[in-house]
């Protein structure tokens, strides 16, 4: 729960959004990353920071030289999103199953709907 | 599915649309699940219930006597045999979802689409003051997210 709060914060932010869906293509510079989304490069570099503590974001390639470093998307936080929501529709898919065993016995015991 | 920004189930029930409607609001007690996630408060939940109309709580009672409980959320529409719209609060955190139930007559009973959405519009817990944009419910997010995975072999 709490590193779903910490995804959803993350995202919450819209040039951060926009880093991920750009992402989504494939690795890129931080420097491609901040052009396409039209944002200043220490900008650009505070939100990959917020990216990379959530963990949704890795760098890649090389370490010394910010420049020369790659990011992309890490998939962890993106399946707990995910498994959450499957949580959420197991659950009323449940409650929803119970429903009807109760309105059929029930309909039943008056003779029918 | 839960693909989206919504969770979506259904169920095809063999009575009629007006009776399922019935059934779900006023006998809720009789036939929901109880179970760890199932309750705000499971040591304290005795009942759960519908204040039927608009406006009316979707409650989880903790007290028969002095009606103390904790409200899952209010009754947005209530249209007996039809549909019902309901707020939905999330567990430790105060975000507001939202339940849609739609009841849809079949030829043998109804077919009942529970419908709970708003995921990609909730404030995050920790967020700063400065996202409020995301409350607005810009189109975003959890799309991605069913995208990406179906992307990237697991």
Redesign the interface.
Known sequence: ?KDV??T??A????TR?QV??LL?TGPRRAGELAASAETSAPAMSRHLRVLRATGLVEAAGVDDDARLRVYR?R?EP??A??AW?????A??????????????R??RRKGG? | MSSTDSVTTSVEVAVDPTTAFEVFTEEIDAWYQRGPHSWKNPERAVAIRFEPGVGGRWIEVWDEETGEGYDFGRIKAWEPGKRLLLDYLIHDGGHVTEVEVRFEPTEGGTRVMLEHRGWDALPPAVAAAGVANVQKGEPVLLGWFAEYLEKEPR
Not at chain 1, 11 to 14: I, S
Not at chain 1, 91 to 102: D, I, M, V
């Open positions: 729960m709060d910490a959803l914060s995202l919450a932010d819209p959004r991920v869906d989504r998307l998939r993106f399946v999103l995910q929501l499957d949580q959420v529709e659950f009323w898919g449940e409650q929803l199953g119970a429903f009807k065993a109760h309105a059929e029930r309909s709907a």
